[in-house]
């Protein structure tokens, strides 16, 4: 039996990191899903427990944590680190060398710019220009 947690984020990742931590103890194997529909760099590093939806893109060198949400239509950059537990909502734009802390929601059409450094559980309104 294979497990994916399916619980949004939009306030606060800690239920779905709950649910996947409790998963975890219990030794459950954890789906990784990318739509057919996603471009995912055979250079990138997607972790366990992550979902890839429609149209999104994921370039080389990207590195998603476990338990991701990466949402239709968003874009991952060269080099940028998502960490674990995170939301990359619909159309927002994460650009190269940029890393989002553990736990963080990056909200519909947002742009973080290259090479920032956002720390845990940061929440990104929709929207936001991050530089």
Do not use: W
Not at 25 to 31: D, E, M, N, R, V
């Amino acid at each position: 039996v294979t497990f994916l947690v399916t619980l949004g984020q939009i306030k606060t990742a800690m239920p779905r990191k709950r649910v996947f931590e409790r998963l975890e103890t219990l030794g459950a194997k954890l789906a990784t899903v990318i739509s057919p529909l996603a471009y995912v760099s055979k250079y990138s590093v997607i972790d366990r427990g992550t979902i890839v939806f429609h149209h999104a893109l994921i370039n080389s060198n990207a590195k998603i944590g476990k338990n991701c949400i990466v949402n239709s239509k968003a874009l991952v950059e060269h080099d940028a680190v998502i960490g674990d537990h995170c939301h990359i909502s619909t159309a927002a734009v994460v650009n190269g060398g940029t890393e989002v802390g553990e736990c963080s929601f990056v909200g519909s059409n947002s742009t973080v710019v290259h090479g920032i450094k956002n720390a845990n559980s940061s929440f990104i309104k929709a929207g936001t220009l991050v530089k």
